[in-house]
């Protein structure tokens, strides 16, 4: 990494509640395509980042595997740390400082960024973040200011001691201000001092340090307890105060630098912003009203039909409908509250899963037996594992298969099929340039993920 380049930070943690019910604990909105451009949120960040330097991706333990394998899909290169247990945005910055500064020069830039924002200016983010480095490196801390197109209650707001210039222009921050009324957001746009915060900051890492120590002591004398090879991280995280960088660090800092632009940035929080850039798979029909949208996610889209209603968002998985009206997205939160008590699986997974090898997707779960469709990305295999509860038959329905079974090589091609024994040892690898996929049926007395006894594993994993 040469001295110009920063140390790129990308948050991805979350459930998402706003944008239930595609949105939940294990498949968060940065995992999904939602502008239709071919690609998750997550790794378009990655690639507006790849030319600034090198790339790592902070998020939650349980999502390092299944951050890792989109990673795999797509290509992408960089380093995945998880942290054990979630104590906000100031613990995640204060880690990932305190990280820098054992493996890097005191003087480092850091670049800290959300994973599930829209960007439809690429070339003026690049610009505008190298401007903010160049800034960071005479000691400020300096944040992304978003120039407001209207009045919304939905973000956070920053208020410049300046009007708002043309072009990228740097200012220096008054004040942070918390979601306001749509009244109090309509007089911030009047002042023209006031611009949307995207919660990007970039700062040197002996800055920021000091920083901590000086408003949050407790949290940076934690992490000095921290070991050289982090085997103490989960003990560490535990002890950690739960805060808000914006509330235990930006809103206490006097001499704070805003660079301010139009980027095309979109926080897409909302199912009406999903609504404005996700690409039709199918029109609905619409009979006495109108302004309808059908979103189906990870489902086959069906043939909508609105009667008699106008303004409405249907949004479909393969276990759950929402029905909304639009403008009511901040109600969810009321919705998620009902489900917390009635159905908290709902909130934590989908009918599929992702892995670090592929993907899979439960078709049919009775208590006789179990089917899935499973997508192994090129070049990966799963782990050599067996069973005690269950036999397994496979049939190859897309791309070529290496199948390993009690050490023997089998080869498989669309069509073909093979049959685990219950305790069998086995494993099933794709050496193909595309996609592989097979149906996997299983039969036996229990067929829970935890029934794997594993022998070896690419990824580490027990």
């Known amino acids: 990494m040469t001295t110009s380049q920063l140390e790129v930070c990308v948050l991805s943690g979350g459930a998402g509640s706003r944008l239930w019910p595609i949105s939940r604990e294990m498949m968060p909105k940065q995992f999904y395509d939602l502008a239709g451009r071919g690609k998750p949120l997550l790794i378009e960040t990655l690639d507006r980042l790849s030319s600034l330097g090198r790339l790592s991706v902070l998020t939650s333990e349980r999502l390092v595997y299944p951050t890792q394998g989109l990673l795999n899909r797509y290509g992408t290169k960089a380093e995945v740390l998880g942290e054990p247990c979630r104590r906000n945005t100031a613990a995640a910055v204060a880690y990932f400082t305190h990280r ?13 960024f959300p994973s599930d924002h829209l960007i439809a200016k690429p070339e003026i983010f690049s610009e505008v973040i190298r401007q903010a480095a160049d800034v960071a490196r005479q000691g400020f801390v300096v944040t992304c200011g978003i120039r407001p197109t209207h009045a919304s209650d939905a973000y956070g707001y920053i208020e410049l001691t300046t009007k708002v210039q043309a072009g990228s222009a740097v200012a220096q921050v008054k004040k942070f201000v918390e979601k306001p009324s749509i009244t109090k957001a309509e007089e911030f746009l009047t002042t023209e001092r006031f611009v949307w915060n995207a919660g990007m900051f970039v700062f040197r890492a002996d800055t920021m340090a000091k920083h901590f120590e000086t408003h949050m002591p407790l949290l940076w004398k934690g992490l000095s307890a921290l070991k050289a090879n982090e085997s103490n991280l989960a003990e560490v995280f535990e002890k950690l105060p739960s805060e808000s960088l914006d509330y235990g660090i930006m809103e206490k800092l006097t001499d704070i630098r805003c660079v301010v632009a139009d980027m095309g940035w979109s926080d897409i929080g909302s199912w009406e912003e999903v609504a404005e850039h996700a690409p039709r798979v199918t029109s609905p029909i619409e009979i006495e009203g109108g302004s309808n949208e059908y979103l189906p996610f990870n489902v086959t889209p069906k043939k909508a039909a609105f009667v008699g209603v106008s303004d409405i968002e249907l949004v479909e998985t393969g276990d759950a409908l929402l029905v909304l009206r639009k403008g009511a997205g901040q109600k969810l939160r009321d919705v998620v509250k009902r489900l917390e008590k009635e159905s908290p699986a709902l909130l934590v997974g989908h009918t599929f899963e992702e892995r670090p090898w592929g993907r899979f ?13 499973i997508t192994v990305w090129a070049g990966q295999k799963l782990s050599y594992q067996s069973h005690t509860k269950r036999a397994e038959h496979w049939v190859v329905v897309k791309g070529q298969a290496e199948v390993t079974l009690n050490g023997e090589i089998h080869r498989l091609g669309v069509g073909q099929h093979v049959h685990i024994p219950l305790g069998a040892k086995h494993r099933i690898a794709n050496p193909g340039p595309g996609e592989m996929e097979f149906i996997e049926v299983q039969t036996g007395t229990y067929f829970g993920e935890d029934d794997i006894t594993r022998y070896s594993d690419e990824y580490g994993r027990k």
Do not use: N
């Open 100 to 112: 820098t500064l054992r493996c890097s020069a005191s003087d480092t830039v850091v670049g800290i």
């Open 361 to 373: 997707e439960v078709l049919h779960d009775t208590d006789y037996f179990k089917s899935k469709k």
